[in-house]
Nanobody
C-alpha cells in the first residue's frame, strides 16, 4: 500500500524559511514523479513545483527564485525548501506522486503553512 506523507509545515514570519518533506512508504520514490501543490482557503489547488524521476525540476512563477525542490531517493523523500516566505504563501501544501509505469497517482493529506507576523 503506497502512502504519501507530508511534514514540515508550521507558522513562520514573513521572510522566514521552511523545508517541507514528502515521504513515500510501501514503494520506491525513484519510480515516481513528485509534485508539490498548495491550496489556500477558498482557492483552487495550484502546482508549486515538480521534480521528475531523473531530477528535472519545474516551478510556478510565484516559486521561482524562492523555492527549491529536490529529491533524496535513498531516503524515499522529496523536499521543498521555501525561503523568503510571504503572506501569500499561506496554504495547505500537498504532495502528489505519479507512478512511472501506469500513471497512477497518490496524494498526501497535506501540511499547513502559515506566514504571518
Amino acid at each position: 500500500q503506497v502512502q504519501v506523507v507530508e511534514s514540515g509545515g508550521g507558522l513562520v514570519q514573513p521572510g522566514g524559511s521552511l523545508r517541507l518533506s514528502c515521504v513515500l512508504s510501501g514503494t520506491l520514490i525513484s519510480l515516481y514523479d513528485i509534485y508539490w501543490y498548495r491550496q489556500a482557503p477558498d482557492m483552487q489547488r495550484d502546482l508549486v513545483a515538480d521534480i521528475s524521476r531523473n531530477g528535472t525540476t519545474n516551478y510556478a512563477e510565484s516559486a521561482k527564485g524562492r523555492f527549491t525542490i529536490s529529491r533524496d531517493n535513498a531516503k524515499n523523500t522529496v523536499y521543498l525548501q521555501m525561503n523568503n516566505l510571504k503572506a501569500e504563501d499561506t496554504a495547505v501544501y500537498y504532495c502528489k506522486a505519479r507512478f512511472m509505469v501506469d500513471g497512477l497517482i497518490w496524494w498526501g493529506k497535506g501540511t499547513s503553512v502559515t506566514v504571518s507576523s
